[in-house]
């Protein structure tokens, strides 16, 4: 063959492979990060067009993961980086809003899990941000995988690890900024869940902001939260964490997922000009709580009938 015809063969290779990458792994055509395995990670990784919240508080997530940009004139803070394909959607989300990723100099979770914590390795590559957690999600941060102890350890879906994730104390209040933020340890879905407390203000109207974490009793198969070795202390933490939702003063109220705190139903009657604004809800943190008592109460009694039939 000559040199010619030797390098269209190595082209045509080249191409052939490409189309069988292309075949097997999509995302490997588009220039994706590789996708988690999820059956609802794509439905949760929609596009979702940035929003103000209220004040300096954004919704920068995709359209089912919270993720949150509370911005300041020396620095932001973002809550939360979703999947690890969701940190590409999050950073251009900030870019559109008018905001530099580089601004943004700490990174927080409400909990160590793929859907809310996947994406964090990726942002604090894009941004240099430091990243800050409680003691338990510290240490699964910084190791990556699933944390024991987390009720959805056995099959859980690791998540990339974090460089230098430094720790913070329940109630400590931590400022990048004009920004302070308080962190409020609500344990009970994972060990280290972590609920966040701000204020943002639209001229003299100040809000009372919380990014609740999640509190649902959902584990693997196999765990049970009435008596586990690995989490002893899940109902006490848990019957903490509902009291505090209770009592924590909340005008307006988000959530790692969107929906569990009807999001998008009170964005589109504030769209409508509804008012007072369908956003502010002084009692949406106790009916979190209440909701949330409830689905414990169930999954608590749905335990003691399995634990009755295997003691026959
Ligand atoms: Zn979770």
């Not at 979703?82 to 590409?88: C, H, I, Q, T």
């Not at 990174?107 to 894009?126: K, T």
């Not at 409830?294 to 634990?307: I, K, M, N, T």
């Amino acid at each position: 063959m000559g040199q010619d015809s030797t390098r269209a063969f190595v082209t045509m290779k080249f191409l052939c492979l490409c189309l069988l990458l292309c075949f097997y792994y999509p995302a490997f055509c588009l220039g994706q990060t590789r996708t988690t395995p999820c059956a609802r990670c794509v439905q949760w990784n929609r596009p979702q067009k940035p929003f103000r919240i209220w004040g300096n508080t954004f919704y920068v997530g995709p359209h089912g993961l919270s993720s949150i940009l509370i911005t300041s004139d020396h620095g932001h803070v973002l809550i939360d980086g979703a999947l690890p394909e969701s940190a590409k959607q999050i950073a251009a989300n900030i870019q559109s809003l008018g905001f530099r990723i580089a601004d943004v100099k700490l990174i927080l979770n409400s909990h160590v899990h793929f859907d809310h914590a996947g994406g964090i390795a990726e942002l604090q590559r894009m941004s240099g941000a430091r990243v800050e957690a409680s003691e338990w999600s510290a240490k699964v941060l910084s190791h990556g995988g699933v944390g024991k102890g987390d009720p959805q350890f056995a099959g859980g879906t690791p998540i990339p690890p974090v460089a230098n994730v430094q720790r913070f104390r329940d109630g400590e209040q931590i400022r990048v900024g004009e920004i302070v933020i308080t962190a409020h340890l609500t344990p009970g879905h994972t060990p280290g869940g972590t609920t966040w407390t701000w204020k943002s203000c639209e001229g003299a109207a100040c809000r009372n902001m919380v990014y609740a974490d999640s509190l649902a009793p959902i584990s693997s198969d196999g765990f049970r939260f009435s008596s586990s070795s690995d989490y002893p202390h899940a109902l006490p933490e848990f019957e903490k964490s509902f009291t505090f939702l209770e009592t924590v003063p909340c005008d307006i109220l988000i959530t790692t997922h969107p929906e569990a705190s009807s999001l998008w139903d009170r964005l589109q009657s504030r769209d409508k000009g509804l008012t007072p604004d369908p956003l502010v809800n002084l009692s949406a943190c106790r009916e979190l709580a209440r909701q949330a008592r409830a689905s414990l109460r169930d999954r608590l009694a749905e335990e003691h009938v399995q634990g009755e039939h295997h003691s026959k």
